[in-house]
């Protein structure tokens, strides 16, 4: 799963604070293009030809594990986005092999549960939400301060847009400051 990129630039002197400027690759949010998900908080993975798969970032200077697939690279940070695939032997994996069920169709899903990012979606045991299945919402503001106002009551991490031709674009909750 490529990086997707978010829907404002972030300020080069603290990238964890967004700049009211539209972020040129995410143009058509602001056209009114895509259709707005819910962002889960969980962690990314994949069925590929039934085959299970766990997103993994590498730093810049980083060594991959054997067998990572990379699927970006970024030139301006050095990292490197990728999978490896899940070994169900591994205690690191437990999580992962208690949400997984051999008959889910390839997709990428998000891990969530009771001892994934703190279960802040709230699930009582580990489970994968696929992606293409996302609770949808109607009518999301597209400016600056009313996607900032849309989120102040939602318990949500934040918004992944779709484009019909498979482009992509987020924005989280605390990209503006706001606790979930």
């Known amino acids: 799963m490529k990086k997707t990129p978010t829907i404002f630039k972030r300020d080069p002197q603290n990238m964890k604070s967004l700049l009211n400027e539209i972020n040129p690759n995410c143009e058509w949010v602001f056209a009114g293009e ?6 889960y908080d969980g962690t990314c993975v994949k069925i590929d030809d039934g085959q299970y798969f ?36 591994l205690e690191e994996n437990k999580w992962h092999m208690e949400a997984f069920d051999d008959s889910l169709e390839d997709g990428t899903y998000e891990l969530v ?4 990012q703190g ?18 919402y109607q009518n999301v503001p597209r400016t ?29 909750k605390r990209d503006f400051g706001l606790k979930r």
């Open 54 to 89: 766990k997103r993994r970032e590498i730093k810049k200077d980083k060594k991959a594990p054997d067998g990572f697939q990379e699927e970006t690279f970024d030139v301006n940070t050095g990292k490197r986005v990728g999978w490896i695939k899940i070994n169900p032997q």
């Open 119 to 136: 279960n802040l979606e709230e699930y009582s045991q580990h489970t994968l939400v696929k992606h293409s299945s996302a609770e949808q």
């Open 144 to 172: 600056f301060s009313e996607i900032a106002k849309w989120f102040e009551d939602k318990n949500i991490e934040g918004l992944v847009f779709h484009h019909p031709d498979g482009r992509m674009a987020k924005i989280k």
């Open 113 to 116: 549960g009771p001892k994934v």
């Open 34 to 39: 895509g259709v707005a998900t819910r962002k």
